[in-house]
């Protein structure tokens, strides 16, 4: 009693079931970037210096005085290293933190200024330069005495006959100098500004032979310098 649409039903449902085919492979997300924002390399950037460009030494100060202190940084945290250069850089050390000296004292009357570069390179080669002049302040200094140390006169000189005649030289430009007598016989002479040493009274071989006094030279801010001489009388 079943028709042909009964067995064709009846028959569709003792089939099998079909086998179910593999998984279709899950494509991985793309990994976030660093940061979160996908951010590059980091990019260098050159130091910075922030020290004046300007310095002063005192004329004579010791070879160990700081003349300018370098103040660097660098944004990206690189060390740094310090190097002179420019017209007057030979005459200047430089050490790992950046202090500048002299390698010789400074001379105001030979030389009263200084122009220096100050390098500051970072790690990856970058660089700062700044330009410094380095003034010299002028300090008095005392005279020198470069006469001899004996002056003569012969026997029977009559007064105010020089016997000796001071040498005298003063390093600041400008300065004058006074000259005074000290000494046992010193009272036996007299000075004048320009430094002629001379008799107050007659010479006299027989009675004294030779005298002894200090010359000395002053300048006008008090520095002095003394020389013993002797005076032979002949």
Avoid: M, W
Avoid at 146 to 165: M, N, P, R
């Amino acid at each position: 009693g079943c028709g042909a649409g009964g067995r064709a039903a009846a028959a569709a449902a003792a089939a099998p079931a079909a086998a179910a085919g593999p998984p279709t492979p899950r494509r991985p997300a793309a990994a976030a970037g660093r940061g979160g924002g996908g951010g590059g390399a980091v990019v260098n950037a050159a130091p910075d210096i922030t020290s004046a460009g300007t310095a002063t030494v005192a004329e004579n100060a010791a070879t160990t005085t700081t003349v300018y202190s370098t103040v660097a940084t660098d944004s990206n945290g690189d060390a740094i290293t310090y190097t002179l250069t420019g017209t007057d850089a030979s005459l200047f050390s430089i050490d790992t933190t950046g202090v500048v000296k002299l390698i010789a004292s400074a001379n105001f009357e030979v030389k009263n200024s200084y122009a220096i570069n100050v390098v500051a390179t970072d790690a990856g080669g970058l660089s700062a330069t700044k330009a410094v002049t380095v003034s010299v302040t002028n300090v008095n200094e005392a005279p020198s005495i470069t006469s001899g140390i004996a002056g003569a006169v012969d026997s029977g000189a009559t007064v105010q006959t020089v016997v000796y005649k001071i040498a005298a030289t003063d390093p600041d430009a400008g300065d004058s100098l006074t000259y005074s007598l000290l000494g046992a016989d010193a009272s036996a002479f007299n000075v004048d500004s320009t430094g002629a040493v001379r008799l107050n009274a007659a010479s006299n071989f027989a009675v004294k032979p030779s005298y002894s006094l200090t010359v000395k030279a002053t300048d006008a801010a008090g520095l002095n310098v003394s020389k013993a001489i002797r005076v032979n009388v002949s």
